[in-house]
């Protein structure tokens, strides 16, 4: 009898706990996955605000040995003053921004990448930050499952097309494909010489690839000579950049276009400028993410300063625009050591828009969260006009560039030659597929 | 009575006493044994119910990296021929399932086909591969094994980087096979007897059951006149030979079964991680799988077992025990002394240097003396 009793007990009082369990369960419904009511682990900025709830945002990044780890950690300090930014204002309708409990190092390696993200996914509510296009390409299937959506720090152009990026990616600015575009229109103009004949040096897949298709379609559309795509890889991986020299000045080529990383472009330069090769007879043309100021203290400088011409999508930290004025404000008197930070930053913008847009909707969950990408009106405080994401790509995708050159007396180590400039092939361009990849 | 009514009668109160040598070499020879195995099984089977994702993850992780291990410990654990190629064997049995198994893409070839063809062509491809090559393997041991092995990792490798229709290319990668079973995918989220399981609680569920056949498999060739004639190769190999145990034969024999159980392991391993490089495949992969035979236990099938628990789990604890120390940085790229990921590594290291000079039997040979103080409790000194 006394066991029975005692079952009995037990019984009564597990169910107890299950219906408060269960209850506790209700209350929570609305927050999804990476929401939470309780305050943040480890809050942006360490700025806390009472009664706040907290999101959390995953950052999978290259943060110490991969190509693009010095830019890497640049990118995530831009994230943390942006949220820092947002935390201190009150947060975002009830909730603050915890950025660093789920940032892990995947070195640019899409293996890496893919483990990095199957062990934060169950507790994040979106990605900050996913670095790298075939790194990122690896976790879309994932992603898609997961209803998660990622800021880039990339310029893919199958980002801005939902077949590829199946609406979970939220780009900013052009794409790595335009860019060349705008970066060879800018260069034929105004460049030193005309191109003769155009080649790419890319890393495999969707960056260097986007980058040559890019290369490509401009020379077709201006009957200029393509040299080809000649493929590198990440020192990490193919130990010098030796065979893409050697590439290079087999192919006759004028002017190159780079989609690699900042210590490879150094030194694809500096071994083309001491091939014995005539000085200025073959000129680079650098996407994004080649330029890291710190080569200005490397070797290659010279070579740099003399043959390197950089595009990117945004005026570097120093610009004039609210935004800028804002990271500064953020960062504090020095400048930062490249232009990851800036980057980082503006990256952040359409991640705020969507949680903004979730929080309206007052469902924070991840399927709102992705529901409610298409069609986003996103405002870079001027650091970039106003864009709107999804939609068709042909008219909202941004189409404008700023052309720099290595300055060892500008704090950024680029002297802006122009900004929110546009090109003639890149604005005729039809853009109504992924360049490269698809 | 019967002779096994006889057996019983003797042994019954006297759980060591061992009436007949079937008895002895049996799988699970004591009581204890069978008691344990069950309730760790049990165990082990519940935990898609207890863990998150993230947690499932490591838990299959655990699992591949003993099918592996086990695998290593054929060939170097009870034949004693060192491997470092365990992970182009992998590597190899990754590839064919991905591309058995695997969607096509603009880079990469995939059929699509079954699980029932592309887990034993997992298996058997690398084992084929092996059965080539061990006749070179055969004909050296020691060092120049080691070197030997290592040379073949380094072809494939290359091989791997690239032939891109199978890897994607270097730095770039594929996805791996689907996991589909006459049209059942168990890759899926599921709910089973009302239990919601997640996808990869249910790809951890079945690797569970590939390690509890592959295990049982293994631990009964170890105790088969094959698993003898490796012990005896590996003790003494000339000693062996003068015995009747054809060399070149067991020992091929051994490398083609290991390169089977690394093959079902590489394999298994790309969909646990979602992605695969082809620099996955190197020689601190294999390094890892020497890692889980040494602080495992050699020539058992439990150490690699405990050895890939302690593999896997150790950098995840590492990662929350930093958490509550104030000089260790959880997040990267801060001014701190030490990040939580430089502490994976330097703890990692330091651990299978502790376990070769303190306990070369491994994390079995601690249970072993644990096992034994207990047995002889009072008296144990």
């Given at each position: 009898m006394r066991t029975s009793s005692r079952g009995w007990r037990l019984a009564v009082a597990a169910l107890g706990v299950a219906f408060i369990a269960a209850a506790c369960g209700d209350d929570t419904a609305e927050l999804g996955t990476g929401v939470t009511e309780e305050p943040c682990e480890n809050p942006a900025g360490g700025v806390s605000n009472e009664a706040n709830g907290c999101i959390y945002l995953g950052i999978l990044s290259d943060l110490t040995v991969g190509p693009f780890a010095p830019l890497g950690v640049e990118i995530q300090r831009g994230q943390q003053d942006f949220w820092a930014r947002v935390n201190a204002d009150g947060g975002l309708d009830g909730f603050d921004i915890d950025i660093d409990t789920y940032t892990r190092d995947t070195e640019y390696n899409p293996q890496n990448h893919s483990q990095a993200y199957r062990q934060i996914e169950p507790n994040i509510f979106a990605l900050a930050q996913s670095l790298g296009t075939p790194t990122t390409e690896a976790i879309l299937p994932s992603m898609d499952e997961d209803d998660i959506i990622a800021g880039p720090a990339g310029w893919w152009s199958?980002?801005?097309f939902a077949d590829q990026s199946k609406g979970l990616i939220v780009p900013s600015g052009y794409s790595y494909c335009l860019e060349s575009m705008i970066g060879l229109d800018w260069f034929q103009e105004n460049g030193p010489a005309p191109i003769a004949k155009v080649a790419a040096v890319g890393y495999p897949g969707d960056y260097g690839g986007d980058v040559a298709a890019g290369a490509e379609l401009w020379a077709e559309a201006n009957g200029v000579e393509f040299g080809g795509f000649l493929p590198t890889g990440p020192n990490a991986l193919v130990g010098t950049q030796d065979e893409a020299v050697r590439a290079i000045l087999n192919s006759a080529a004028n002017v190159v276009v780079l989609g690699v990383g900042p210590a490879e472009t150094a030194e694809i330069v500096g071994k083309v400028a001491a091939s014995g090769a005539p000085v200025g007879s073959i000129l680079f043309l650098g996407a994004g993410p080649t330029w890291n100021p710190a080569l200005l203290g490397s070797p290659a400088a010279p070579a740099l300063v003399g043959l390197f011409t950089h595009v990117s999508p945004w005026e570097d930290f120093t610009g004039e625009s609210a935004g800028h004025e804002a990271m500064r404000a953020a960062f504090g008197d020095a400048t930062p050591i490249n232009a990851g930070y800036a980057a980082g930053w503006v990256w952040q913008y359409p991640i705020k828009a969507a949680l903004e847009a979730a929080a309206d909707s007052e469902s924070m969950t991840r399927a709102t969260l992705r529901s409610v990408v298409d069609g986003l009106t996103v405002d870079y405080e001027g650091i970039i006009p106003q864009a709107t994401l999804g939609g068709d790509p042909n008219e909202n995708v941004n189409r404008t560039a700023v052309i720099g050159r290595p300055d060892p007396e500008s704090p950024t180590g680029l002297t802006t030659l122009a900004s929110a400039i546009r090109g003639a092939t890149a604005d005729a361009f039809e853009y109504t597929q992924a360049c490269s990849g698809a | 009575m019967t002779a096994r009514q006889t057996q019983r009668a003797l042994t019954r109160g006297r759980?060591?006493?061992?009436?007949a040598y079937r008895q002895e070499q049996a799988i699970w020879n004591t009581t204890t044994k069978k008691v344990v195995t069950l309730l760790l099984f049990t165990i082990a089977l519940s935990l898609p119910i207890f863990l998150n994702r993230d947690l499932m993850g490591v838990a299959s992780l655990v699992v591949v990296y003993a099918i592996g291990g086990i695998g290593l410990n054929i060939i170097s654990g009870y034949a004693g021929q060192i491997s470092l190629g365990h992970a182009f064997f992998m590597g190899m049995g990754a590839y064919t399932a991905a591309v058995i198994g695997g969607v096509s893409t603009n880079l990469v070839r995939g059929y699509e086909l079954d699980l029932l063809i592309w887990l034993p062509l997992a298996g058997l491809v690398p084992a084929v591969i092996g059965w080539l090559i061990a006749p070179l393997a055969a004909r050296v041991r020691g060092l120049y094994l080691a070197i030997l092995t290592l040379g073949i990792l380094f072809i494939g490798e290359h091989v791997f980087k690239e032939a891109t229709w199978m890897s994607g290319g270097s730095g770039i990668g594929r996805a791996p096979t689907t996991v589909v079973l006459l049209g059942f995918d168990i890759f899926q989220r599921r709910t089973i007897v009302g239990l919601d399981i997640s996808a990869i609680g249910m790809f951890y569920l079945f690797s569970l059951l590939i390690l509890v056949v592959l295990g049982i498999l293994a631990r009964n060739l170890a105790r088969s006149r094959q698993g003898r004639a490796f012990a005896a190769v590996r003790d003494r190999d000339i000693a062996a030979e003068i015995m009747g145990v054809p060399l070149m034969q067991t020992k091929r024999l051994a490398f083609t079964i290991s390169s089977f159980y690394a093959g079902i392991a590489g394999a298994l391993l790309t969909v646990v991680l979602g992605f695969t490089t082809p620099e996955r495949w190197n020689l601190l992969l294999s390094i890892d799988f020497l890692a889980v035979v040494l602080i495992g236990g050699v020539a058992t099938i439990s150490g690699p077992i405990a050895g890939a628990m302690f593999v896997v789990l150790l950098p995840r604890l590492i990662e929350w025990g930093a958490r509550e120390l104030p000089f260790i940085s959880t997040t990267v790229g801060s001014n701190q002394f030490l990040n939580v990921f430089q502490l994976q590594r330097i703890l990692f290291g330091a651990m299978i240097v502790l376990f070769l000079v303190l306990e070369p039997r491994g994390l079995y040979g601690i249970w072993i003396r644990v096992r034994n103080y207990f047995k002889a409790w009072p008296f144990s000194y």
């Open positions: 199958g980002f801005h | 759980p060591l006493l061992y009436a």
